[in-house]
């Protein structure tokens, strides 16, 4: 099956910096990969996603990319802002089997004012 | 916040106990998950189900128990076999090829 590695799993910055968040993964049979915000007490919520035949993904401040032959993707976060601070999962799976979806352990972000 | 909802928000049990969590969705989602969290580590799965009276066992389903009478309805059983069932459980819905869209959780707390 399916295994995520995420890191860092805790990430702290100045208000204004950038933050990258990596994560790898072992199934090359993954094409779909979505990050989660998740801030404290709160249900985790959709803030970008990917697909395999995509390499880069850019949402205002937040990007994505993805690295299908080193088996590796990126949360990028540009500007950040203090309501920025919470915690981020990446994941992994196949399309049309979110059963099989396999999430990171999470990195705590902090930006600090 | 609403499509999807857990309840309680917060539940207190003695160790020995069975108790069920709630998770109702209205976004007409085939699929359903239960999930739980535990601090510094990602989701892992229970159950999930893809559709109504059928369901299969995720990573950790030992000591939770599922029922799926209903589209909407997805609660979970988390039994006295459950050796540590202190966790915030997260349920989830999604539509075919759709993102999974979370509930906002129940924190159960076993004494």
């Known amino acids: 099956g399916e295994n995520v590695e995420q890191h860092p799993s805790t990430l702290s910055v100045q208000e204004g910096d950038s933050a990258v968040i990596k994560c790898t993964y072992s199934?090359?049979?993954?094409?779909?990969f979505p990050w989660y915000k998740q801030e404290l007490g709160k249900r985790p919520q959709l803030i970008i996603d990917i697909r395999s035949n995509v390499g880069e993904k850019k949402d205002q401040r937040i990007a994505v990319t993805l690295n299908k032959t080193a088996k590796h993707f990126s949360l990028h976060i540009t500007e950040t802002q203090p309501e920025d601070s919470a915690v981020y999962f990446c994941a992994a799976t196949l399309m049309y089997n979110n059963n099989d979806m396999r999430f990171g352990a999470g990195t705590r972000l902090t930006v600090k004012p | 916040d609403g499509g999807i909802t857990q309840s309680p928000k917060y539940l207190f049990r003695k160790e020995g106990q069975n108790v069920t969590l709630s998770c109702e969705q209205n976004?007409?989602?085939?699929?359903m998950y239960w999930y739980r969290q535990d601090p510094g580590q990602g989701l892992r799965l229970i159950y999930y189900?893809?559709?109504?009276?059928?369901?299969q066992k995720g990573d950790i389903a030992e000591g939770y128990s599922v029922s799926r009478e209903k589209k909407e309805s997805f609660p979970l059983t988390v039994t006295s076999a459950q050796k540590n069932p202190t966790a915030f459980y997260l349920c989830?819905?999604?539509?075919?090829?759709?993102?999974?869209?979370f509930g906002p959780g129940t924190r159960l707390t076993v004494t």
């Open positions: 199934d090359s049979a993954s094409n779909y």
């Open positions: 989830a819905s999604s539509g075919q090829g759709q993102e999974q869209y």
């Open positions: 189900s893809q559709i109504v009276n059928d369901f």
């Open positions: 976004l007409n989602h085939d699929a």
